[in-house]
């Protein structure tokens, strides 16, 4: 069933109205008067709708169901990740949408390749965000996972390190697996999950997540890429909590 999102503010007494593109995407679909699609209201919720008209302004169509967003996992899980080269950055936005990620952010480390300015970074999350759209939309997410940029290594660890089971990731790392990260806690609603760039992290880096209080982490006998790695701990994370 084709899916669209609105604002909550254009869902009102039981009609959704729709505009701007994904009114002209009901048209290229060539949805119909009397069809039933989805409309979502990026806060979890769904709406069965069927359409009752269509213009140049937008479309109205009638609410016929009101659901919870069945692809909403029980967790919210912040993917973060480093400057990875190339389009690498557009396949964890993706990939992390679809597994469940709610937020995705980017952030400079010591041995990062790709160092985008402000202004360079800024452009680039506005191509991330409409990946994370259509990623959602594909999905069948009840949010637009939100893509950012902290420029500050020391900033990205500060709020990593406040979720319920902050979970740092180090290829060096031969202790503590990420099986027994996932068990280490209960009852925790919220996750962070930070993973290094092509050439991994700095021992000083390492020395701060911890000091902070993250969970130094490994994935196992097998270096994976920089693109491969927050979704290898993504998935095993919602499987793990019952979401996947």
Avoid at 85 to 91: C, N, P, Q
Wanted: neutral net charge; glycine residues 8%; contains cysteine.
């Amino acid at each position: 069933m084709p899916r669209f999102f609105v604002a909550a503010s254009n869902v009102l007494g039981g009609i959704a109205y729709i505009d701007g593109k994904d009114a002209e995407h009901l048209k290229v679909l060539r949805i119909r008067s009397g069809e039933v699609f989805t409309v979502c209201d990026g806060k979890g919720r769904d709406y069965v709708c069927r359409l009752k008209s269509a213009g140049a302004d937008g479309a109205e169509a009638e609410i016929l169901e009101t659901l919870p967003s069945a692809g909403e996992p029980s967790i919210f899980c912040t993917v973060y990740a480093a400057f990875p080269k190339a389009e690498k950055a557009e396949a964890i936005v993706q990939k992390a949408v679809e597994l469940g990620a709610s937020k995705i952010v980017f952030f400079p480390s010591l041995r990062c390749v790709s160092r985008p300015d402000e202004a360079s970074a800024l452009k680039k999350c506005q191509r991330w965000r409409k990946i994370s759209e259509e990623a959602a939309k594909q999905s069948g997410r009840g949010i637009i996972p939100d893509v950012l940029v902290n420029l500050s290594f020391e900033k990205t660890i500060a709020e990593a390190s406040k979720a319920g089971l902050p979970l740092f990731f180090y290829e060096a790392e031969t202790d503590y697996a990420l099986k027994e990260a996932l068990e280490s806690r209960e009852g925790y609603s919220s996750v962070s999950v930070v993973t290094g760039s092509e050439g991994g992290f700095e021992t000083s880096e390492v020395g701060l997540a911890r000091a902070q209080g993250m969970l130094i982490t490994s994935m196992g006998k097998r270096i994976l890429r920089c693109e491969t790695a927050p979704i290898c701990a993504l998935s095993a994370l919602m499987l793990h909590t019952g979401n996947l």
